[in-house]
């Protein structure tokens, strides 16, 4: 004997949203940044070793359309330009660290932020001339961006 369920669901019920907790401790310009442009296909995985070990994504909060043209980005980024490398911890299957950079006066300001607990983020702001800017100096001529929009 085969059982058949059968569920109706009213038109309220779809119309219905639902609202994803924010973590709390991250400055309001990158609370939804899991929203914005990845600019990496895949989740990085094949470079774990160096300043950002363990598997990333890097998410921009740009529009590809505002920032690539013939198939090429336009440099430099705008102000107000915020790049976001969310590093993953494979173990916990979580992100436990967001790595910042927001383009201000023509200049990128660095922060980074780290988890703490389920839910939670502490950080810093790292300013302009710090350990981050010497080695982003090794692409200037990309506005000191290491990641490439990967074209879909």
Avoid at 11 to 32: F, K, N, W
Avoid at 50 to 57: E, L
Avoid at 94 to 123: I, P
């Amino acid at each position: 004997m085969k059982l058949i369920a059968t569920l109706t669901i009213g038109a309220a019920a779809l119309a219905t949203t639902v609202a994803i907790a924010q973590p709390s401790g991250l400055p309001d310009v990158i609370t939804d940044y899991w929203s914005w442009s990845r600019l990496n296909i895949d989740r990085f995985t094949d470079n774990l070793t160096g300043a950002h070990p363990q598997p990333k994504d890097v998410y921009i909060n740009l529009d590809p359309n505002d920032f690539r043209a013939d198939g090429q980005t336009i440099l430099p980024f705008p102000d107000g330009t915020v790049v976001v490398k969310e590093r993953n911890d494979a173990d916990e299957l979580l992100v436990d660290r967001l790595y910042v950079m927001e383009k201000v006066a023509g200049a990128w300001a660095y922060s980074v932020y780290d988890r703490e607990g389920t839910s939670a983020f502490s950080g810093r702001e790292l300013g302009t001339d710090n350990f981050c800017s010497s080695c982003h100096e090794g692409v200037a001529d990309e506005d000191y961006v290491f990641t490439r929009f990967e074209t879909r």
